[in-house]
């Protein structure tokens, strides 16, 4: 057993949902971080990645007593913008997902976004879970930090249980009315086809812990052969910066395969493909986000999936949202080129 998992690599979670429903504050109530208050406007206008290694992930998850049943080594989990200007990037992040989270705001139900991001996770048949974000904004709720969900609603009075009732039953309508089955994920008795709910609160961090276990879970049990850790390299470029010290870099995604430090890469450019090696590879440190500047970890080599920072010479024209491939063989340069420029 121990051998399979360590052959199984993180998975890839991505946040969509409408704007301001509470995508990043989520991941700083997790992270323990602050980004959302310093986005221009409150507004997320890139992908972000960020990493969770196990241990965090079974620590924010213990009071739910379930840690035996996590087997991946880490969640890298991709926030993208909600704003509807940004359809691309949500596009690009649920291309690279293995499973998602769909944000819904409690106060508002279903958003036009919403329905855009419910979409594209159906067309792509991505499995997700829906977190019911800002419960603490039902009138007179009280607040329970970090409890899990269903001790959190124990707490309420009968008027906010009734409220918090009243608008799950009316959500999980506007749902059907998508044609799409979703039950509160403690009553969700049929996980083949109802999409499970979760409450939860960014700010004091209600049912938290239980979309962290639940996120993991459902990654290892429909994923295990998704999850198969492969030598096969599967990496998207995000963005492309330029960062004192380093000169142009790019942030990418693993998604599976390894890289390592000197790896002759190829990737897309404006003026047609770029070959180049590997100068430095780089991640943020782990609960960080890969698009806030910082100080970097160094590393020899990187297992997926990963949100990676690159630098390497003549990366100033590559072209974001393409695939970035590594020359194994010299022989597959050409081929390579070729494939790279027709992704
Ligand atoms: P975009 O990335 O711009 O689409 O927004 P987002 O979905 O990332 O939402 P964001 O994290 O920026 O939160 C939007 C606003 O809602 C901020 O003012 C947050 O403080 C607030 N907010 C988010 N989650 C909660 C919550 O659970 N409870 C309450 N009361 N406010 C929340
Ligand atoms: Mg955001
Ligand atoms: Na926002």
């Known amino acids: 057993l121990r051998e399979t998992e360590m052959l199984l690599r993180s998975p890839i979670c991505c946040i969509l949902g409408h704007v301001d429903a509470g995508k990043t504050k989520?991941?700083?109530?997790?992270?323990?971080s602050n980004i959302q208050e310093g986005e221009a406007g409150g507004i997320t206008q890139q992908i972000g990645a960020?990493?969770?290694?196990?241990?965090?992930?079974?620590?924010?998850?213990?009071?739910?007593?379930?840690?035996?049943?996590?087997?991946?080594?880490?969640?890298?989990?991709?926030?993208?913008?909600?704003?509807?200007?940004f359809a691309n990037l949500r596009s690009r992040?649920?291309?690279?997902?293995?499973?998602?989270?769909?944000?819904?705001?409690?106060?508002?139900?279903?958003?036009?976004?919403?329905?855009?991001?419910l979409n594209l996770l159906r067309s792509r048949n991505v499995d997700f879970i829906v977190a019911l974000n800002k419960v603490d904004r039902l009138y007179g709720w009280k607040?329970?930090?970090?409890?899990?969900?269903?001790?959190?609603?124990?707490?309420?009075?009968?008027?906010?249980?009734?409220?918090f009732n009243t608008r799950v039953s009316q959500i999980i309508t506007q749902f059907m009315e998508q044609g799409i089955?979703?039950?509160?994920?403690?009553?969700?008795?049929s996980l083949s086809d109802t999409f499970s709910i979760v409450p939860t609160s960014a700010i004091s961090g209600e049912g938290l812990p239980d979309l962290l276990l639940l996120l993991v879970q459902r990654a290892h049990k429909t994923m295990q052969e998704r999850l198969t850790y492969t030598d096969q390299v599967q990496c998207t470029v995000l963005?492309?910066?330029?960062?004192?010290?380093?000169?142009?870099?790019?942030?990418?995604?693993?998604?599976n395969g390894i890289l390592h430090e000197g790896d002759q890469i190829v990737v897309c450019g404006l003026q047609g493909p770029i070959v180049t090696n590997i100068r430095a590879l780089l991640t943020p440190h782990p609960m960080k986000e890969l698009r806030v500047k910082g100080s970097y970890q160094h590393h020899k080599e990187i297992k997926a999936a990963q949100g990676v920072k690159i630098s390497?010479?003549?990366?100033?024209?590559?072209?974001?949202?393409?695939?970035?491939?590594?020359?194994?063989?010299?022989?597959?340069?050409e081929a390579l080129k070729e494939a790279i420029m027709h992704d």
């Open 26 to 32: 989520l991941l700083d109530c997790i992270r323990c």
């Open 50 to 85: 960020t990493y969770f290694p196990i241990e965090n992930i079974k620590a924010r998850t213990m009071v739910l007593k379930a840690d035996a049943t996590i087997k991946v080594p880490g969640l890298l989990v991709i926030d993208t913008p909600g704003h509807e200007a």
């Open 93 to 117: 992040g649920s291309s690279l997902c293995d499973v998602a989270v769909l944000v819904v705001d409690i106060m508002h139900g279903l958003e036009p976004q919403t329905l855009e991001s």
């Open 143 to 163: 607040k329970c930090p970090n409890a899990p969900i269903f001790n959190a609603l124990k707490q309420q009075p009968d008027f906010v249980k009734t409220e």
């Open 181 to 189: 089955n979703t039950a509160l994920y403690y009553k969700n008795k």
């Open 239 to 255: 963005e492309v910066k330029v960062i004192e010290g380093l000169g142009t870099t790019i942030d990418v995604v693993l998604v």
């Open 312 to 333: 390497a010479q003549g990366l100033e024209h590559t072209i974001a949202g393409t695939a970035l491939c590594v020359v194994r063989n010299s022989d597959d340069i």
